[in-house]
């Protein structure tokens, strides 16, 4: 699977994947149902889905873990976070505002766009919610061991 601009999956799945992307053993859907207040029907349609699109293994009652895909898709969906959390935090927001605005909207912002706006701020290495990790998709970043 090869990830094109950053806008392949809606917000929700998105925060699926990096709620994962931090754990470091397989998920429980009931434990992921719980914790996005969601019914556990609602986690197993979306679990499905995304195993269906390669986000994600899914092993019936062991739970759920990124796969390589879903690792990456989900460094670029953080990376983003914080990148745009970062910009908005420089013209005047505090961070706690900025990273509440960030995530309203940072869904509509392509690769294409993180890219040119990581370049411009001349590749941060630290956000105000955490380290901002590059990857070799981005143009002249080095790349940084994860």
Known sequence: MEMNDGLELPAKKVEYLKYLFGRNT???TN????RFGVDPSTITKTINELAESGYITHVPYHGVRLSED???YAEFCIKRHRIL????????LSDERACSEVSR???LVSRYAIDRICHA?????QGICGKITHDSLCPECEVQDA
């Open 31 to 34: 434990d992921l149902a719980s």
């Open 105 to 107: 909207f940072e869904g």
């Open 85 to 92: 959390a970062l910009m908005l935090a420089h013209y005047g």
């Open 26 to 28: 397989a998920v429980k």
């Open 121 to 125: 701020m001349g590749h941060p290495r």
């Open 70 to 72: 879903g690792k990456q």
